[in-house]
């Protein structure tokens, strides 16, 4: 199956929109093909406003989230590939969705798990996290 990561994303922002939430993303910075503003970087990560009147050319597509934005009053394209993209969130109430770590659930490439025997407990099975 495809990742189903780009189309939560594409939900979740959907849904935040519709209840006039402003949606920010947390990004892992360190991930392949990130472009961010480097100067707002904090611990590898990086949250950005993705809302309609913080971005322009906003794209959520299965590549990932890009967009053109100011910083610091300098204009930057932003591109996230989907798998860098950890956390989609209200500003406002803190409600939305953090994703899996890259590998738990998106790989299509990943072999099906069997009867569970054989996989580690903590670390292999899918898991929510409240983000407040």
Excluded: C
């Excluded at 970087?41 to 890009?66: F, H, P, W, Y």
């Amino acid at each position: 199956m495809t990742p189903s990561r780009p189309y939560l994303l594409r939900a979740i922002y959907d849904w935040l929109i519709d209840n006039e939430q402003t949606p920010y993303l947390l990004v892992d910075a360190n991930a392949e093909g990130v472009v961010v503003p480097v100067e707002h970087i904090q611990d590898g990560k990086i949250i950005l406003n993705i809302s309609m009147t913080a971005t322009r050319d906003l794209e959520l597509n299965n590549e990932g989230v890009s967009f053109n934005a100011r910083f610091g009053g300098k204009p930057m394209h932003v591109n996230v590939p989907v798998m860098a993209a950890l956390a989609l969130y209200s500003k406002e109430n803190g409600r939305g969705m953090m994703f899996p770590e890259e590998g738990v659930d998106d790989d299509p490439n990943s072999p099906a798990p069997t009867d569970g025997k054989n996989q580690k407990e903590d670390s292999s099975k899918p898991h929510l996290t409240l983000v407040k």
